[in-house]
């Protein structure tokens, strides 16, 4: 058995196979490397240079090609196709009449392609006319004097249109409107329509209302005047009784004035002189009777004297002391008297002072009263006024309407005339409402549709060419409208539609294909212009053409203007430019030509 070892520790048949094995590969790459030498110099002497190539397969000089500036007008145009028609159909519909009790029935009706002209009756309803007039207003309502408004205005346009003068032609439907109206009636051979018997009825309710409104009015003011007086009178009364209190007030001041007191005793005056007259008369009496007791005595104590005389003396006794007494009882009863006739002057002037408050409050309350019944009868009469100038103003508004009327049941206003009748879609006897018939203008339109990208370009108003060579048609348009968004009427998405309104003419379009040129823009005379391919940028990002001068060819710098038919309007910024001169449109190589 061998052991395990290193390297070193090969055998001898081992290394000598291993020295064969480094002999065989070294011999295999010596001829790996002869060969790629060979081939090396083979495909070297077959290989050119980039150079070499380009010396050998470069063109000869390519030549320009060289094109005259031109003088010509420029226009640019859009071109579609269409078909030609009458207008749009316009659907005919009888609005209902508020002066009319009931609705009408159709009595007459026109025929397919009968040509209505503007004031001709398009038909007839319970024997009425129906008159068709130019107006883009529809009738809407009943028209008659004191009326106003836009669609007043087209009636008396159509009215003056047709040699039926309605005065100014200001929208107001007044009597000279009504004139002209009732003879447009009648000019046609129709009655015109007067007012109803309602509007008759209502005009003489409002007049007897008037009536009653004025008997009311001079009423409330003959009650408002005597009213004024009222208030006068009792202020009048017032003050007179306001002066019969304060005059007995004074009376009565005056009296106790008169029955004033005494100095330091605070007695009246007239009291203390009836007591001063009683304590008088009874002392004058007491002497009396003193006297007389005297004089009897004597007679008593004297013999001599008869009995007679003694009863005389006791009679004059009784006489003196009953006069006496009757003094005495007179004095106070006089007192008494003027005791109380002062206690009764304090209490006459207290009286007379609360009839003079009395007077003052009583005047001052009959004299409100009577401005209050004046104020009443004032707003009575302002009352009674207003209402007589309402039904007055509504009288004279009824007095202005009992003119000619239109009903808005005859007419129909159409916003273009003549037209045609396009179909009927109602019958004689039905009711004269709704859709009775449809009409067409007699202006030829061709209706068309412009590309996306070509609908921008064109605008209502513009002038268009229309024509078919192969018909031998040539007529002129203008576009009347366009639509907003593409797809309607008829054309698909990818276009809009357009309508061309025909300018008269003798040939009849209607159903035929035509082309239709729209010029966009067009140059004022004849400009200077290059073909399209003459222009180019420069590295600024101006315009530029080349052109040949002296046998040289230079840059010359321009604005470019309007471009039609391959063609550019060209204006130097520098220098000038003019036709003939020759320009370079491309070039070409020598051996192609």
Same mark, same amino acid.
């Given at each position: 058995?061998?052991? /395990?070892?290193?390297?070193?520790?090969?055998?001898?048949?081992?290394?000598? @196979?291993?020295?064969?094995?480094?002999?065989?590969?070294?011999?295999?790459?010596?001829?790996? /490397?002869?060969?790629?030498?060979?081939?090396?110099? &083979?495909? &070297?002497?077959?290989?050119?240079?980039?150079?070499?190539? +380009?010396?050998?397969?470069?063109?000869?000089?390519?030549?320009?090609?060289?094109?005259?500036?031109?003088?010509?007008?420029?226009?640019?145009?859009?071109?579609?196709?269409?078909?030609?028609?009458?207008?749009?159909?316009?659907?005919?519909?009888?609005?209902?009449?508020?002066?009319?009790?009931?609705?009408?029935?159709?009595?007459?009706?026109?025929?397919?392609?009968?040509?209505?002209?503007?004031?001709?009756? @398009?038909?007839?309803?319970?024997?009425?006319?129906?008159?068709?007039?130019?107006?883009?207003?529809?009738?809407?309502?009943?028209?008659?004097?004191?009326?106003?408004?836009?669609?007043?205005?087209?009636?008396? !346009?159509? @009215?003056?249109?047709?040699?039926?003068?309605?005065?100014?032609?200001?929208?107001?439907?007044?009597?000279?409107?009504?004139?002209?109206?009732?003879?447009?009636?009648?000019?046609? &051979?129709?009655?015109?329509?007067?007012?109803?018997?309602?509007?008759?009825?209502?005009?003489?309710?409002?007049?007897?209302?008037?009536?009653? !409104?004025?008997?009311?009015?001079?009423?409330?003011? &003959?009650?408002?005047? +005597?009213?004024?007086?009222?208030?006068?009178? $009792?202020?009048?009364?017032?003050?007179?009784?306001?002066?019969?209190?304060?005059?007995?007030?004074?009376?009565?001041?005056?009296?106790?004035?008169?029955?004033?007191?005494?100095?330091?005793?605070?007695?009246?005056?007239? /009291?203390?002189?009836?007591?001063?007259? $009683?304590?008088? $008369?009874?002392? !004058?009496a007491r002497a009396d009777l003193a006297a007389a007791i005297a004089e009897r005595a004597l007679v008593v104590l004297d013999p001599r004297q008869p009995e007679t005389a003694r009863a005389a003396a006791d009679a004059k006794l009784d006489l003196a002391r009953a006069s006496a007494l009757k003094t005495e009882l007179e004095g106070q009863v006089l007192v008494q008297i003027a005791e109380r006739d002062a206690q009764l002057v304090a209490e006459q002037v207290a009286s007379a002072e609360a009839a003079v408050r009395s007077a003052r409050l009583a005047g001052e309350m009959a004299v409100q009263a009577a401005l209050d019944a004046q104020k009443v009868a004032d707003l009575d009469v302002k009352l009674a006024t207003e209402r007589a100038a309402r039904l007055e103003a509504d009288l004279a508004l009824a007095r202005s309407r009992q003119g000619v009327q239109l009903p808005a049941d005859e007419v129909v206003f159409i916003p273009a005339m003549p037209v045609r009748v396009e179909e009927l879609t109602s019958l004689v006897g039905n009711v004269a409402n709704g859709p009775i018939l449809s009409v067409t203008d007699n202006q030829l339109a061709i209706d068309s549709g412009l590309a996306l990208d070509a609908a921008p370009l064109v605008k209502p108003g513009m002038a268009v060419e229309i024509d078919e060579a192969t018909l031998g048609i040539k007529a002129r348009g203008v576009v009347a409208w366009m639509a907003d968004v593409p797809g309607t009427n008829g054309v698909d998405g990818y276009h809009i539609y357009f309508e061309v309104r025909v300018v008269e003419t003798p040939t009849p379009l209607q159903g035929f294909s035509l082309r239709l040129t729209i010029p966009i823009q067009s140059t004022a005379g004849a400009v200077t212009v290059v073909p399209m391919s003459a222009l180019s940028l420069s590295a600024d990002g101006t315009s530029r053409v080349q052109v040949q001068r002296d046998g040289a060819l230079e840059y010359l710098a321009v604005r470019p203007g309007l471009s039609a038919d391959g063609f550019v309007e060209v204006t130097p910024v520098e220098g000038a430019l003019a036709p003939g001169q020759l320009v370079v449109v491309g070039y070409q190589n020598p051996e192609n030509a």
């Open positions: 058995m061998h052991g /395990v070892g290193g390297p070193g520790s090969a055998s001898p048949d081992d290394r000598e @196979l291993m020295s064969g094995k480094r002999i065989k590969i070294l011999l295999w790459v010596l001829g790996s /490397v002869a060969a790629a030498l060979a081939l090396s110099f &083979g495909f &070297g002497s077959q290989i050119e240079s980039p150079a070499d190539v +380009a010396a050998r397969t470069a063109p000869p000089a390519p030549s320009p090609i060289l094109v005259p500036v031109e003088e010509r007008v420029l226009s640019s145009s859009v071109v579609t196709r269409g078909t030609g028609r009458f207008g749009l159909p316009l659907p005919i519909s009888i609005a209902p009449s508020a002066l009319k009790p009931s609705q009408a029935l159709i009595t007459t009706l026109p025929l397919r392609n009968t040509p209505i002209e503007e004031g001709g009756v @398009l038909l007839t309803a319970s024997g009425r006319p129906v008159f068709a007039l130019a107006g883009k207003i529809p009738a809407f309502r009943d028209l008659m004097p004191g009326t106003f408004g836009d669609d007043v205005l087209q009636l008396e !346009a159509a @009215l003056k249109r047709l040699g039926f003068d309605p005065g100014a032609v200001d929208g107001n439907y007044d009597l000279r409107s009504s004139a002209a109206l009732a003879a447009f009636y009648r000019d046609r &051979g129709f009655e015109p329509f007067e007012p109803t018997a309602e509007q008759i009825a209502a005009l003489r309710t409002l007049e007897q209302d008037f009536g009653e !409104a004025t008997k009311v009015k001079l009423t409330a003011e &003959g009650i408002a005047a +005597a009213a004024a007086l009222t208030v006068e009178s $009792a202020r009048a009364t017032a003050e007179r009784d306001l002066r019969l209190a304060e005059s007995e007030l004074a009376t009565r001041l005056a009296d106790r004035d008169r029955l004033g007191t005494g100095s330091g005793t605070g007695t009246p005056l007239a /009291v203390e002189s009836e007591r001063a007259k $009683a304590q008088y $008369a009874d002392s !004058a």
